[in-house]
C-alpha cells in the first residue's frame, strides 16, 4: 500500500471572507487531497507572531481569520500600514498553529477544509509581492518537516523549502482582456512566466486554460497539467423544501426567476445580460446575486443609480449582494435556468455547479465554457445581446427544452466529480515525486 501524500496548499484565498471561484477551488483541492489518504498541511499569511505562547495561538489565527477588513490578501498587493515589514532576500520561517479545539471553529466550517497542520507568516502574500518586484526572485518560505510537494492554488511568487512546488495557474485573463482588471499587467506576466520556469509542473482547470498557458507564455506543454476541478458537495434539498424557504427568504417561487450569480465585473459581461434580459421582454423576474467589483456600476447602469429614475422593466430584475453558501444553493436549486454569458473563463464554477444541480444554463462560447458545458447548456456570443435576448427567451417558454438540459448537466458534470478529480491529482502527484530510493532532479 502506497504511502499517503504529504501536501501542503496555501490560503491565500481560503482567508477571505466572502468566497470566491479561487477560494472554491482551494478548499476542494483541500478537502480532495485530504481523499488522497492523508489531509494537507496550510499555509497561511494572518499575523500569527512566531512569539506569541504556543496556547495562544489558536486563538490568534481564527481572530485574524474572522476579521472583516483583512489587511492581505493579494500577492500584488501593497503593504498594510500596521507593522511594515521590509523586503529581505531572507527566507521567511512559517509559524506553526497547534489546533487543539480551544477554539470553537464551526462559524468557518465554510471556509476551513480538513488540514493536518496550520502554519501562518503575517502579511505573506504581500511580501512575497513586495520581494519579487524587488529581487525579481520568489520569496523562500521555510517551515519544519515540509510537506513533500507545496501545491500553491494560484500564482504567487513563493517557494517552499525543501518541497516539490507546484503552481495552478486557472487562466490568462488580465493578459487576454486586460480591459477587465486591475493587475499591474507587466508584473503579471512576470510572474506568471517565473512560475512556469520554476514550478515542477503547472497545474490549471481546463484543456482552454492549458493551451493558452502553453500558447502565450511558452510553456512545455508536458508540464503543464489540466486536473479540472471539483464542485462543493450538493446539499440534499427537497423541492417541497426549496420553494418553502424561497417563499420565506427571497418572496419568490421554485422555477419562477433566472439566476446570475457570480462577482459584478467586466468579464462577467453583466451589463450585456442586463440589457438582453430587457430585450426578451420576458416576465420571470430575474435575480442578480453577487459582490459589486471593479467597474460595476458600468455593469449595473440600466439597473439606475440610487435615487434616480429607472426603466420599467428594471424593475422586473432584483440585485442581491453576497449571500452565505446555504442561501445560495437555495436560490440555484430554484432557478428556472442560470444564465451565465461570461466573457472569458479558465473553468466556470457557476456552470458546472448549475449543471450538477440539473437546473438549465445558458452561458458563453467563450474561453473554457463550452468544454465544461458540452452540449448540456445553450451557448450564446457574449457579445451577441441579440442572440442572447432569443436564448432567454427560449429558456422561459421551452418547458421541453428545459427539462432536457436539466437531464443531460448532472451526466455532463461527471467528471467534475471529487473521484476524478482525486485521480488527476494523484497522477500529477506521483509525477513529480522521486522513486523511492532515488534522489529528484526536479526543481524544489
Known sequence: MSEPFHIGIDGLNLALQRGTGVATYARTLARTVAGLGRAPDLLFGLPVHRHAPMALRETLFFAELGRDDA????AGGSMPKRGRILASPMPRHMVEVPVNGRVSAAAFAER??????????????AVAGRHFRRYRQFLTVKM???PAIMHWSYPVPIRLAGAVNLYTIHDLVPLRLPHTSLENKRLHDRMLRACVRQGARICTVSEASRQDIVTFLGA???????CY???DPIPQLSPDMVSARLRALFDLERAGYFLYFGAIEPKKNVGRLIEAYLASEVTTPLVIVGGRGWRSENELRLLGAPGSQTLSGAARIRKLDYLPRRMLDVLIAGARAVLFPS???????PVVEALARGV??????AGSLPEVAGSAALLVDPYDVNAMAAAIRTLDTDADLRARLAAAGPLQTAGFSDAAFGDRLAALYRSVLPPRGGASTLSR
Open 229 to 231: 476541478q471539483a464542485i
Open 360 to 365: 438549465p444554463v445558458m452561458t458563453s462560447t
Open 112 to 125: 476551513m477544509p480538513p488540514f493536518s497542520r496550520l502554519t501562518s507568516f503575517g502579511s505573506l502574500w
Open 71 to 74: 489587511p492581505d490578501v493579494s
Open 220 to 226: 512545455d506543454p508536458a508540464r503543464v497539467v489540466n
Open 343 to 349: 466573457l472569458y473563463e479558465g473553468f466556470g464554477l
Open 144 to 146: 519544519a518537516a515540509p
